[in-house]
């Protein structure tokens, strides 16, 4: 058997499975008092899915046939699958996986290691460098960032567009092209997705400096970075950048900086002790 011949059969056999743990009472029909098979029928998932029996059937015989993304959607719709289920119903039609609806990324445990690495800053974001929750050291890195409007808590739009961020860093310009790199890296993998598409011709719109070097093409990965940053709380900061990728399927990760040496060790300390009377941690809600 070729490759895609593999691919057809575990698509083939993963739809049977679907099928035949759903009832159907689950998606509003009588269940019936003589039924031969679990779950669902055929015919019932291809009504469902709004499709014709007979290209459903051959679907889940494995016939090598091309199925649009129009119709593994609404395939996956009439199976209840999850974000899960229909990212793997995508890639064994070899299509490209579409994008999640929005919904939050921020769990419990992401907020305990925020809070763990104190007095380092850090903070959980998405890979479009959103940022959804940080503790307190992170908070006044640059700036206040709870008194940022939530849509503007964004590394790549605060450092194309803020003063303050821009002013934060000794070499600016490196800093851009880096980001612009990365940017460009991770949209390889969601660019044909709407809100990113947006989302970067807003940046262009908004940073003609972020337009110029989106136009070069380069693309960056995630590699650890030196950051040598002036705080107006505390003073300079020489900085070790890291990042954990915590969640692959929603693109987050916890972002975090390291001293390089004693002086900015003694300065991260006074930066995260500021304002004792304030939450550790913000998040979005």
């Known amino acids: 058997m070729t490759r ?6 575990e698509f083939a056999a993963f ?20 039924r031969r098979v679990a779950g669902l029928r055929r015919e ?3 009504q469902l899915a709004g499709v014709g029996l007979t290209w459903y059937t051959w679907l889940e ?6 199925a649009s993304a129009q119709v593994v959607s609404a395939i996956s719709r009439a199976l209840r699958l999850t974000d899960d289920e229909r990212d793997h119903l995508f890639a064994l039609a070899d299509l490209p996986r579409p994008e999640r609806a929005a919904r939050a990324c921020v769990d419990t445990p992401h907020l305990d290691l925020l809070e763990k690495l104190l007095p380092y800053p850090a903070a959980l974001q998405t890979s479009r460098f959103e ?10 890195l640059f700036d206040d960032l709870d008194e940022m409007p939530v849509e503007r808590r964004n590394c790549a739009v605060l450092l194309f567009t803020d003063d303050t961020w821009q002013r934060a860093h000794v070499d600016l310009d490196h800093a851009q092209r880096r980001m612009a790199a990365r940017l460009r890296s991770a949209y390889g993998r969601h660019h044909d997705e709407p809100t990113w ?6 940046l262009e719109q908004a940073s003609p400096r972020f337009a110029e070097l989106w136009s070069r ?7 650890n970075a030196v950051k040598h940053l002036v705080n107006a709380r505390v003073g300079e900061l020489h900085l070790e950048m890291s990042s954990l990728w915590v969640d692959e399927s929603l693109g ?3 972002v975090w900086f390291a001293p390089r040496d004693a002086a900015t060790a003694a300065r991260l300390e006074r930066l995260a002790a500021e304002h004792p009377d304030q939450a550790l941690i913000s998040a979005v809600a």
Do not use: K
Not at 217 to 223: M, T
């Open 197 to 202: 598409q947006r989302f970067i011709a807003e």
């Open 252 to 254: 987050s990760r916890v």
């Open 217 to 223: 093409g380069d693309v960056g990965g995630e590699r």
């Open 131 to 140: 940022i959804r929750a940080y503790n307190r050291a992170y908070r006044y």
């Open 44 to 46: 019932e998932v291809a």
């Open 4 to 9: 895609s011949d593999d691919a057809r059969a």
């Open 15 to 34: 739809l049977r499975s679907r099928r035949a743990r759903l009832q159907p009472s689950e998606v509003g029909l009588p269940d019936g008092t003589r």
């Open 61 to 66: 015989q494995g016939r090598p046939i091309a």
